[in-house]
């Protein structure tokens, strides 16, 4: 296998605020969990679930915080924020490839195109006319970039990615396979029985250290921009429509469809599965669960769910539909044990 | 950038079924929203929430109906229909790169193809054997067609669409990235405790007029084939299974998904991650909320959902998940109250 | 078209458990459904609903079981299990292209490769260094295969499918057009208000038999395997995050989003736009209704779904929604009866 990193305890953590707890000449070779622990590995714990894992892991090193640090019976990092130092260690055991740097001979590139000389442009990739790459950016094989795109620096656009024309992507941005960016947005307009498309005019604007995932596609605006501010997160299968726009560090789990002119504000979480409706605006800090149907504005910071009830056998699910469907008769009962009684009656019913 | 249109107000009209309120002559370079309008810019008010911005928008053009005429303290372009206008004029500032005809001399083409002269084929397409490409189409770089396959003319397939052997696409289609026209059906039989592949030999057609968005996937029949009738509009991510029917000028939102052998109507509305599950028929003219579930045919006209309630507070959806789940209780102390008042009881719980 | 198959019914029978009951040496040339029967081609009845059309079908065969074979009127196949022997008779008129071994001449292989002379690697395929394919396997058109792959024999991926680095794919393995396999997980960790991404080190793992669709993301894992067991079957627009295990011979339809570390049993059935929850756990046997929103783990075999009713018209959406919304309402009625009659309160809202 390509990396054979190789490295001390005290290597690994060079630069980082953290503490050695035993053998800081520890040599570690590569990483595992800390419930399947091996020998020479680093591993970390941030789930209490995985605590007492912590007594027998033949790990050969855990970064976990200070709480944890007793129950440790290996060598210990300890830090306050184990899942950061987790991500700047394991970092140094990536084996993804490298891109080298140039142009592919295979390659298809437009004319009048700035492509940086340190940027690497895979095999069978198609550039159209002035597009512009920049510094240590790489575009793996199968990419098509369309006329006037941008592309800032130290970039990466994996293997058969789409951008379309006049898009622009900011630097440290990465892009994961499949994912096409700039599409048409659905705008339709029916006319004596048909539709006709309305032109989408405007770009997508990515700006820096955007992370984008395997087969999303993110619509170019209809007159303005669609936008995805600096530091969003997206997973998988995520589409976003056009003229929407997403906050600052706002992180999108897979399958989220949101739909046109739809505003997000920054540092929002959104679970896997969830639709917004077009035309709303979600506010800051706001937390919508998985699957959940955002169907109107949310203006102020909390967490969010629609629907009833969790998972359900199939024929509680069907017992729930009907007692919902005999509400109205329960509702006809009481008001007449309440004649009965003579009790006011407070029917308000549509 | 590329589109450097500079026309009159009378320019643009030309042809349309409109009045121009103010000065013919005013010269035009682009297209902008009302609310931020822009001098030289022409922009179009439809939703009468936008309506606050016509006395102070420094667009100089605004599409409108004659019923906000008054409003508008700049050039106004009259007509029954501003969003259809709209599409009309705003076409004529796209900047949607116009491809060269031939065939680039990177693509791989199959034996017995018949290409119109002016159709073109980007760079690094394969086509496989027999295909046949219509006068003015055009499919960008990157596209891969499978043997047999027949396209129309002035179709445009952009970058990565993949379309399997012996599909039949139309005339004016357009297809986005990353789309799947004519995968496997999902037809699977199990024996002896192991899956079997079901051979799925039928087709996908799609006829004239049909807007595909990006990343969607559109199996192949089983026997007979998947048909998306004219004038469809699909948007991204959208699955569409084997056996599929969608009627004439049926519009799609994004991410919905329909399972097999379901037809849907003609002019019918599908809003986003809606679902259809196999085997019903839904009418013509029929409205589906997004996220509805559809799960049994539908035989009326008429806007059809599914599910409790709108975007509530994650405690709020508890709370109601919580009464739900305790209506059995509710219903006994009922049927306790009428017992003691000596009522009749119409139980008929299951 | 390309098949041009005519064979005898005992010819297509040959080797399968089956009985002829009319002309064994009628010959066929094609398939049909029931429904919409032709001469000289042959169809199957597995679902009842159709049997209706058994006295009446032009078709020249039918393969049913024998409890049906009394209402047919033209040559009978009996078997014990149709769908099955369909698809070994159906798959004697596949005409999906056969691949010509070999590599083509545009396709850009790395260094140190091993590919077998009989798999056939398609134009502008691009394959990583190290990458391994097995005999008899076939990489369509614009595939990418990132490094130190390896690809069993007899598996088939279909044009522009991505397989990133590192990744393991058995034999016989169907993989569909624009599928994304070991893309970067979903792993991000907040630091001082920016989202850092954690290295996704981990492999996709797919084992023998299975099947995938269009349009798909399987993201490789953390630091252990993601785990596609053998004989599994993927549908369309599936996304499968970060160290998620399905079992062997499960069945996932699509638009299904399984979130991260959750593990699937063996043998289960997943319906559409169904959702899974992260670090949760499926049994074996068990059948999640399409839309079901999974948000606990499942122990034991059995039918699951989630949410309440089926499809209704939104007016009655509304109402159901407005009556749980005034559920606490009810019960406070509720409670004043009581306490009118002077029954005890049972009452336990929170």
Redesign the interface.
Known sequence: ??NNQNLTLAELCHGLDVEIKGDANCRITG???VQ?GKPDHI?FLQNPHYRKYLATTAASAVILSADYAADCQTNAIITR?P??T???I??Q?????RAVPGI?P?A?IGQHSQIDPTASI???C?L?DYVQIGAHTVI???C?I???TQIGAETRL???V?V???IVIGARV?I?????IG??G??????K???????Q?GRVVIED?V?I?????I?RGA??DTIIAH?V?I???V?V?HNVRIGA?T?I???V?I?GSTTIGS?CLVG??A?F?GHIEVADNVAI????????S?TAP?????????????AQ?R?????????????A??A???K??S?GV?E?E?
């Open positions: 296998m390509p990483v595992c969990t399947k591993t924020d899942y950061f987790w991500a700047k394991a970092a055991f990536s084996d993804t490839p592919h295979s298809v895979g095999a069978h198609v159209g793996a094989a199968g098509n369309g006329e006037y994996d293997a058969n789409t379309y024309h006049r990465h994961n396979s499949g994912t096409v599409s048409e659905f705008g339709i307009a029916k006319h029985g048909a539709w006709v498309k309305v032109p005019l250290n992370d995932g395997a087969n999303c596609s619509d007159i303005e530091g997160q997973d998988n299968l589409q429509a560090h992180a789990a897979g399958c469809g739909a540092n896997g599965q639709g409706v669960m998985g699957g959940t149907a955002v169907s109107k949310i909390g967490i969010y769910a629609s629907g009833i009830g969790g998972v359900v056998t199939n699910r017992k729930n539909s009907a007692r919902v469907m005999r509400l109205g008769q329960l509702q009962r009481i007449e044990l309440e009965a009684l009790l407070k308000n549509e």
